[in-house]
């Protein structure tokens, strides 16, 4: 079974609304989290980290941490057409470098 | 922007042929890491190492996959003898202790 669960599997959102992503870890070991986005045919590029509670702002992207649920979201407000991508949320543990991703969000925004 | 370079970046082999690719962390970067992702968009960790020596790996990797991260020289990721189910993006990253990984462009594996 997946440790890193994403939904929704797919979005879409029409420009200029909010898009809500959730991503939750099933192995308590999980210390750590990531969201990386991916443009189609190209890498990964990290977009937020977050590591504490609570809550982390940058420019449009606000990320939310649960750590005693180990629940991570990650809000897009302003949606852009060019922030349609795969949005992978990944975790991992104190000492264990390994990301574990979750099998991502697709996020669509409409014109 | 990642400064991990990888090469190639498709790869095309017939099944039971040796498939080989190469990666250069980022200048600086002591960890490099192996992922496979498939066509469902999941990722797989291989394996990943601190310079030169293997920090972790799955079973997967230790049986038909090598890799190494020579001194002075690219990673190289090396899948022995290729089965259809290896076809996949093949990502390479790299990071310094416990940071950010920073991933390369990717070799597409392609195996007929």
């Known amino acids: 079974q997946q440790k890193v669960q994403q939904s929704p599997e797919s979005l879409i959102v029409p420009e200029g609304g909010m898009a809500s992503l959730n991503c939750t870890s099933s192995?308590?070991?999980?210390?750590y989290f990531w969201w990386y986005r991916q443009h189609s045919g190209k890498s990964p590029k990290m977009l937020m980290?977050?590591?504490?509670?609570g809550e982390k702002e940058e420019g449009r992207f606000t990320v939310h941490l649960n750590k005693a649920s180990l629940h991570t979201s990650l809000h897009i407000r302003d949606s852009q057409p060019s922030d349609s991508a795969l949005y992978l949320c990944a975790a991992a543990s104190s000492g264990s470098w390994q990301l574990i991703f979750g099998s991502g969000t697709q996020l669509t925004v409409m014109p | 922007n990642s400064k991990v370079i990888q090469t190639p970046r498709y790869l095309v082999k017939g099944q039971g042929q040796k498939a080989k690719m190469r990666c250069i962390p980022e200048?600086?970067?002591?960890?490099v890491f192996w992922y496979q992702q498939n066509k469902n968009n999941e990722f797989k960790f291989l394996i990943n190492?601190?310079?030169?020596?293997?920090?972790?790996q799955i079973d997967m990797t230790e049986k038909r996959f090598s890799a190494e991260c020579p001194s002075n020289s690219p990673c190289s990721l090396e899948i022995q003898s290729s089965e259809a189910g290896d076809s996949a993006l093949y990502l390479c990253?790299?990071?310094?202790?416990?940071?950010?990984?920073?991933f390369g462009p990717g070799t597409r594996l392609t195996v007929l």
């Open positions: 980290s977050i590591f504490s509670n």
């Open positions: 190492f601190q310079n030169q020596e293997v920090l972790q």
């Open positions: 192995d308590r070991n999980v210390d």
């Open positions: 200048k600086g970067h002591p960890v």
């Open positions: 990253a790299s990071s310094l202790l416990e940071d950010e990984q920073y």
